[in-house]
């Protein structure tokens, strides 16, 4: 393998596929990248059993990618990475010799690493299923955003800890719950002539695909699913991550259906008011705070016995005279209201002791849900 | 206690002063910042023990800040920065209550805080000296950003931890070592009518007080040292340090006054070289990396057999034909390198197993010292 490549193609490449370098180093081989360079074509992977990426680099022009020779080698992802970023040169020569050894070269800095032999690699299919499903890049990273941060963390639930994708039609519907807070996001796909899917797919892999997709792009991205996983591919990306299994837990008889009272009201004032009337709460007991109504005030307090308590107030509208007391985690609630982009929102209460529903008129898409908790 | 209060001044001060509240909570009125209220003067000082930091706001106009009631309270620290913090108001108004409770208040927050009372706060002095060493802000911070990287972290060798004040007449020696590298700056003082002192302050507590100090700020700081400790006054800033008791080693002999060998070199590109070679190297065996000379070329090298080996080269000047080679740190000399605001910098060699001297002909006031590493 023997190459010149421009600096900037190079490390923008190896940025995105180190994202999968395993840094547990219990095989070895995963702490690399592998390198394939065959007919113009510069292919880097990079997996750690969890979520592999890859990703290629074409000779579009001699000005940005000079093949001399063909080859494969996997190299050390980490060291590979920090060379090539902290290389001031323009062009970076790589070169394999002695057959395992990778000569990185400028005119003034030589690197010779050791590297491993790409028959090493594991074995890791990235083919293209016969049907694929189609969300635009934006899209894509709003589920993303508006529901990942409900899913839980404890293994101990693992279906939990992924997003359940759920495909019917041309209708996705996203689910993403703790058993405590509920985010759902509903898209219309463009295309319809896909099958129907029910999958889980790891919230932490998601989110890290989420990372490497470029803001305010309008790329699409393809799905394509298999039994036990997922590949992405974006633009020249390919991300694979494993689905969980499992039947994912039935969400839709918990959001309630009718509700008592409707309060509407900017979304940031709401938040900064909860926020404040979290301040004495703590992590520990889920930063408890208790909402409640007196015609168009809405009041919040909270209180520790060794801290102090708080009170804050805020005018809303109301859709009836109704009024409620209920409390919830200030936390949860907080992170519902962060997943709109929208200025105001409407807050439905069904019961005290009932799941309390966040929406937007102004967006509909999203659905946030927060379980109140008893506090007597 | 009754006060309204610009937010703005207050959090300004809340700020410097909670940078000494005790985060250990073994003695809970440390967690607190003590109010003292009186004649139009509001009062803040939090204290961990180590360090102490006090700061005063007077009332300069009704706008700024209004005494309805004088008064004296412990508040917990941590809680009243968040709260004054997130408050939306311009406007935040104080008042004891109920004798240790803290009600803080604005048109639509209401906070109760439990408070503890003054009496408890443990007698701190921050009484002035006669004689005071008084050194200028912007002088002060580059004596602390260009030494204090230099001291022990390791608390078996208590006196490196801090930095050598050395004050005699009007020159003041600042000197901060590990035994592995010194920093030295020396500074002409304005006046020289104070006492010689040479005393050693806790490099962390420095730094502390030295990320208090506004940036471009042209002020003065006064230096009041007593026996055991040490009180700068900056502005209405007191801050207020332990000295660590024992003699300082002498450093003096450790910097070499002769050399055989000296290269010049522009700051930015012989860090950069040092930072790639180094890149293969590891932390735990202090990244070590050789320079040669060859000619007017300089040749950095480091090696690890598990991963690979580097070459960098660079064009240097010489003070004449001789040649070194000699291995050290990278990170510490990367570290000494980084204290030069200056464009080019000097390297003295006295022998392969000499100490390694790094001088600027545009700022003589900083001397680095980096001892060498045999490698065989």
Do not use: W
Not at 59 to 69: G, L, M, Q, R, T
Not at 125 to 151: G, H, M, P, R, Y
Not at 323 to 332: C, D, P, Q, V
């Amino acid at each position: 393998m023997k190459l010149t490549i421009k600096k900037d193609i190079l490390l923008d490449a190896l940025n995105k596929v180190s994202k999968a370098i395993s840094t547990k180093n219990l095989i070895p081989v995963l702490a690399g990248i592998k390198f394939d360079l065959k007919k113009n074509k510069l292919t880097l992977t990079a997996s750690d059993n969890d979520i592999t990426i890859q990703t290629f680099i074409t000779a579009a022009s001699d000005d940005e990618f000079k093949v001399e020779k063909e080859g494969s080698i996997i190299v050390q992802g980490k060291y590979m990475l920090d060379i090539v970023r902290k290389l001031p040169d323009k062009y970076i020569n790589i070169e394999v010799f002695d057959e395992l050894k990778i000569l990185i070269y400028t005119e003034n800095s030589e690197f010779r690493l050791n590297g491993i032999s790409e028959e090493e690699y594991p074995k890791i299919n990235l083919d293209e299923s016969k049907k694929k499903v189609v969300i635009n890049n934006k899209v894509f990273k709003e589920i993303v955003s508006q529901t990942a941060f409900a899913s839980s963390n404890e293994e101990t639930k693992p279906i939990l800890t992924g997003i359940n994708f759920n495909i019917v039609g041309n209708i996705l519907e996203c689910n993403s719950t703790d058993s405590y807070r509920l985010a759902r996001k509903v898209v219309e796909l463009d295309k319809a002539d896909t099958e129907n899917y029910n999958i889980v797919i790891p919230s932490h892999n998601i989110i890290e695909f989420s990372r490497i997709l470029d803001d305010d792009d309008k790329s699409n991205i393809e799905l394509h699913i298999s039994n036990n996983k997922i590949l992405f591919i974006y633009k020249q990306l390919k991300f694979q991550s494993r689905l969980i299994s499992g039947t994912y837990p039935n969400t839709s008889n918990l959001i309630p259906k009718e509700d008592f009272l409707v309060i509407t009201t900017n979304i940031q004032d709401l938040y900064n008011v909860i926020d404040r009337a979290s301040i004495l709460t703590s992590d520990k007991d889920k930063n408890i705070v208790t909402l409640e109504t007196e015609g168009n005030l809405l009041i919040l307090k909270s209180s520790s016995q060794e801290i102090g308590r708080v009170e804050e107030k805020m005018n809303i509208e109301k859709n009836n005279s109704e009024n409620i007391k209920i409390s919830f985690s200030a936390k949860y609630m907080m992170e519902a209201l962060k997943s709109f982009s929208t200025e105001k929102v409407e807050i439905h209460f069904v019961g005290e002791i009932k799941p309390i529903l966040v929406k937007s008129k102004e967006d509909e898409t999203i659905t946030q849900l927060v379980l109140p908790i008893r506090t007597y």
